[in-house]
């Protein structure tokens, strides 16, 4: 069974710019998530994916970063315009869903360097 | 409010050393628990899980947790340790009748030297 892919895995941008992420989760799974994890902290939810629909985006900052998971399968996160303290790595994961929600697994990630 | 604290941010020790990674949860609700390990550069991969029944739970690569409901702990133990095992290490935990998704602890760095 294939894992959960990402791309790219580094990217270093200058602030101001704009990135994007891609994730394709494991297949089958209904839910989708991102994580932002900065540098000495746990990874931090930033928005949930079942199929096609957002369950949460409280903790995503709205005024710059946004994210679509058209069709229900793979995903793009996109920051726009970048700043300093978006710097982290940005995990996606996948869960079946359901009663299963808890058992996620995660992507290797893509590391966000903003100059 | 429900949280997750992991005390220790580096644990240094020597090869085949016992060791122990504390976490401990605060709660009004039922809980699940997990240990997640987290290599140089890699995501994160699902060492052990505690849902319910018996309090000690065996996971891969040796390790072992053990659930404290009075103590509101999930302590992370492996007897014996080598190089490899250098990683960081996260605690989460999945709040029962939430949303279910893990909150996830600061991480302990484990440092395994020769």
């Known amino acids: 069974e294939a894992g959960v892919a990402q791309s790219p895995r580094y990217k270093i941008i200058e602030k101001r710019q704009s990135v994007a992420f891609w994730c394709n989760p494991i297949s089958g799974h209904a839910t989708l998530y991102w994580y932002q994890q900065i540098l000495g902290q746990g990874p931090k939810l930033l928005i949930q994916f079942q199929n096609n629909g957002v369950v949460d985006d409280s903790q995503l900052p709205k005024d710059r970063f946004s994210a679509e998971r058209l069709k229900g399968v793979d995903s793009t996160l996109k920051i726009q315009p970048a700043k300093l303290e978006d710097s982290a790595v940005y995990l996606c994961?996948?869960?079946?869903?359901?009663?299963?929600?808890?058992?996620?697994?995660f992507g290797p990630g893509t590391r966000l360097t903003v100059t | 409010a429900q949280s997750v604290t992991q005390l220790d941010s580096q644990v240094p020790v020597f090869e085949e050393a016992p060791v122990e990674l504390r976490c401990n949860y605060s709660s009004s609700v039922s809980v699940y628990l997990f240990w997640y390990v987290q290599y140089p550069n890699q995501g994160l991969q699902l060492l052990l899980k505690y849902l319910s029944g018996s309090t000690l739970v065996k996971g891969i690569n040796g390790f072992e947790a053990e659930f404290n409901k009075s103590q509101t702990s999930f302590h992370l133990r492996k007897p014996s340790v080598h190089i490899s095992d250098t990683a960081e290490y996260f605690c989460?935990?999945?709040?029962?009748?939430?949303?279910?998704?893990?909150?996830f602890g600061r991480g302990t760095s484990l440092i395994v030297h020769p």
């Open positions: 994961a996948s869960s079946l869903g359901g009663t299963e929600l808890y058992e996620q697994y």
């Open positions: 989460a935990v999945s709040f029962i009748g939430g949303s279910y998704i893990p909150t």
